[in-house]
């Protein structure tokens, strides 16, 4: 396995960042496997497989079905992988990060990022949502409403996807913006970038001018 995540371009925990290709003016969906986030450098890259054989990587996963502190970024790198290879490599790299993001979930049933990159590995394998993977969404909602990183993203999809989210989950998305709107001029400046020109626009703006 190490090769093949040398040989993919890192983003760690690039679940954070929103498609590089989106355009959600003109209603484009998510292309959810690109990122604009920097990845890190070669040493971070290098510290972080290190840390991952060292504590056993797959066969760790295979033994005892727990999941190492890397397995998280490495589903990512893997869905990066997939996202960039023909369909047979695809298919394998995708059978990687589901089995790391099945390890994630055994151990730590909570965590939101897991499930946005369920989302993102389904996006490639399908090229659209599912009825799974709109359930997968929603319950990043549950598991956690409000994310600084993970919340732009998330923002993103449901912009381009508003109309297959349940009622629930689209003003969890609405209060998410709101939230994010109000943490600093950045955030609030990328919110309206996000929003403009999508059934996200109008309910966004009437509660930040409320």
């Known amino acids: 396995m190490t090769g093949g995540v040398k040989y993919a371009g890192l983003a760690l925990l690039a679940v954070a960042a929103v498609g590089s ?38 066969a760790l996963i295979a033994r005892s079905g727990t999941a190492p502190p890397e397995a998280l970024p490495l589903a990512a790198l893997w869905i990066d992988q997939a996202a960039a290879s023909p369909l047979p490599l695809q298919q394998r790299a995708l059978e990687h990060a589901d089995a790391l993001l099945a390890g994630v979930r055994r151990v730590r049933p909570e965590a939101p990022s897991a499930s946005l990159l369920q989302v993102r590995a389904d996006l490639v394998r399908y090229g659209r949502p599912r009825p799974a993977t709109v359930a997968a969404f929603a319950r990043s909602y549950n598991q956690a409403g409000f994310l600084r ?14 109309h297959t989210l349940p009622e629930k989950t689209r003003s969890a998305a609405v209060n998410e913006a709101v939230w994010l709107a109000g943490i600093d001029g950045r955030l609030r400046t990328a919110v309206d970038q996000l929003v403009t020109g999508t059934p996200l626009a109008l309910p966004v703006e009437l509660r930040l001018l409320s």
């Open 149 to 162: 990183d993970e919340g732009l993203w998330r923002l993103a999809f449901a912009a381009v996807y508003w």
């Open 21 to 58: 290709a989106l355009d959600l003016a003109r209603g484009i969906r998510i292309e959810a496997t690109r990122t604009v986030l920097t990845s890190p450098s070669r040493v971070g890259r290098d510290q972080l497989l290190a840390s991952w054989e060292q504590r056993g990587g797959d």
